[in-house]
């Protein structure tokens, strides 16, 4: 189906849902193997801005269709960020479509993922019922917290309209190491006693990039500390850009995510492949026949962002409480069911 619908208010979204058999939700299409289904697409880019900012109880409200620079932006002039380092900000992503798509950047090794920062969201059921979830304020205990069932949802729960999310002071300085030993010290430096912000393993590359943050005296005496354990050298240059841009993938080749244990490593020597030990996940670029084979061999799963590949590869767990989500949110199949 080509039809797409551009509504500017949430009451044009809820008309845009109830008037539709069948609809998925775009962003910017960073990500576009996530809404390649049958089914007529509702573009947020008439959905944006930032509704709502305190800076002092570090908060802020956005439209679903709100580009994440423009977000990143308005952060920076207070102090604070989204730690979590988003993907693919310079490419235009947006919130909603970050939201669906679940992709965290390597802050989640320290942070917690995007779904940890989550606080509430308003969106339209399959019903097309517009509905808030969640609430606007840090401290929020009160009952199930279904908003962070829409983290990784890829639209099939709802469209979101907006999203709420807690934020943090950016440190003063960034320091990036790159240590000799690659996936071998991958367990060993995570569970150290040191407070790496990020550990990660770029493509092509058998070192780790390791990143501090933190007063720049304080990082310098402690990288000194690391190097007398793990060889290695300052980074001069900043590799954390390229990597969340997705940079290192060729045109028209496939991105897939896929959760992999340090344990199961191995299930991706020789591909050309992002690893990272936030959140243990990977972001693999390469041919899917191979790689869905290598995941159904490890009992592992992946999702494809980018690519003519199936959209899930490898191990496909159904959980329970997901479809009981869906069946509650989406009774009439407005939304592509959870296996498309």
């Known amino acids: 189906m080509n039809t797409v619908l551009t509504p500017t208010s949430a009451e044009e979204l809820v008309e845009a849902v109830r008037s539709t ?14 809404s390649q289904v049958e089914a007529v697409r509702i573009s947020m880019a008439g959905l944006r801005g930032i509704k709502e900012y305190d800076p002092s109880e570090f908060t802020f409200t956005a439209a679903a269709g709100t580009p994440l620079g423009e977000i990143a932006d308005a952060l920076a002039e207070r102090g604070q960020y989204l730690p979590f380092d988003p993907m693919l900000v310079d490419a235009g992503a947006t919130l909603g479509g970050t939201v669906a798509a679940g992709v965290s950047g390597p802050g989640r090794f320290r942070y917690g993922g995007l779904r940890d920062f989550v606080l509430g969201v308003r969106f339209v059921d399959g019903t097309g019922r517009l509905l808030r979830m969640g609430g606007k304020v840090v401290k929020n205990a009160a009952g199930f917290d279904l908003p962070k069932f829409f983290v990784g949802s890829l639209g099939r729960f709802g469209v979101l309209a907006e999203m709420t999310f807690k934020v943090f002071p950016r440190p003063p300085t960034a320091l990036t190491l790159r240590l000799r030993g690659g996936s071998q010290i991958l367990s060993e430096t995570a569970n150290s006693r040191f407070e790496f912000d990020a550990l990660d393993i770029a493509p092509g590359e058998t070192d780790m990039l390791a990143r501090l943050c933190g007063p720049e005296a304080a990082l310098k005496t402690l990288s000194r500390e690391i190097f007398a354990r793990w060889p290695g050298e ?4 900043d590799p954390w850009t390229a990597l969340r841009e997705f940079r290192w993938v060729n045109p028209g080749a496939s991105l897939i995510k896929v959760a992999v244990s340090p344990a199961k490593i ?23 026949g191979e790689l869905d084979e290598r995941l159904c061999k490890a009992g592992l799963s992946g999702v494809t962002l980018r690519g003519e590949a199936p959209l899930w590869l490898g191990v496909r767990s159904r959980p329970a409480i997901a479809q009981a989500v869906k069946q509650a949110l989406d009774p009439v199949n407005r939304f592509p069911p959870l296996d498309d």
């Open 21 to 34: 058999p069948r609809v998925i939700a775009v962003g910017a299409g960073t990500k576009p193997r996530l």
């Open 266 to 288: 191995a299930t991706l020597e020789g591909l050309r492949c992002h690893l990272s030990a936030g959140g243990n996940f990977a972001f693999v670029s390469g041919e899917a």
């Open 234 to 237: 300052i980074v001069s240059e």
